[in-house]
């Protein structure tokens, strides 16, 4: 149980488009969700958290307008990078939480690149 | 501010050893800390939760202390195998964030178990 999936799995798109990334709780409704990113040997960096119904509340030093995130219903999340550019390429992660629950189910990842 | 430290550097050890791994926070009044798993281009699992008034956990061959006076947590994998080789990543949860369920990671330490 409490699997995570995403998609796509992985995106290459030229610089100034958006891409949106996918984040689905399968078998468990998801109270909160989270969107890390990861760059190359560092560890997760927490970009936001997303209540089901409200607006995702941002990192320190994340831009809001840029990293669009969307919670419509209890399964599933989505996250747009607006006009993303190549600094924007990195592994974004989104994991999952249900009511009351103390630990995270995370999604396999989507690596975006952006040329 | 707060801090999460882990071995950056890779531990290496023989299969059928114990692996030790370390992790140490500062300004953090923990009402739990948790240890996931990374394996390269994954997302993270969760293996671990232990709260603020215990001082071990075990699952299999894992095992977790927590010493809140010395702001510390020790990782054990015994009998360790070469499946075991990943990066291993610690998140304390502050007192105030348990509810909100937000993560904040250390870099984590990368386990290679040689055969």
């Known amino acids: 149980g409490a699997v995570v999936s995403q998609h796509p799995s992985w995106v290459i798109c030229k610089s100034g488009t958006s891409v949106k990334i996918e984040c689905r709780s399968l078998?468990?409704?998801?109270?909160?969700m989270f969107w890390y990113r990861q760059f190359p040997k560092q560890s997760l960096m927490l970009m936001a958290t997303s209540n089901e119904g409200s607006k995702a509340t941002y990192e320190q030093g994340v831009e809001k307008d840029k990293f669009l995130i969307n919670h419509a219903s209890l399964t599933l999340s989505t996250l747009t990078v607006t006009s993303a550019h190549p600094e924007d390429s990195s592994f974004y992660i989104c994991?999952?939480?249900?009511?009351?629950?103390?630990?995270?189910?995370f999604g396999p990842g989507t690596r975006l690149t952006v040329l | 501010s707060q801090k999460i430290e882990q071995n950056s550097e890779a531990l290496n050890i023989q299969e059928g050893k114990t692996a030790t791994l370390t992790c140490n926070y500062t300004?953090?009044?923990?009402?739990?800390l948790q240890w996931y798993r990374q394996d390269p281009g994954r997302g993270p699992v969760f293996l671990l939760l232990i709260r603020e008034n215990e001082k071990e956990k075990r699952k299999e061959r894992l095992k977790v202390t927590f010493d809140t006076t010395l702001k510390q947590s020790l990782f054990h994998i015994t009998a360790s195998q070469p499946a075991d080789s990943a990066t291993y990543l610690c998140a304390p949860v502050e007192k105030g964030s348990s509810n909100t369920g937000k993560l904040i990671f250390g870099q984590g330490t990368t386990l290679q178990v040689k055969p």
């Open positions: 300004n953090y009044s923990p009402a739990y």
């Open positions: 078998d468990f409704q998801a109270t909160t």
């Open positions: 994991s999952a939480r249900y009511q009351g629950a103390d630990t995270q189910y």
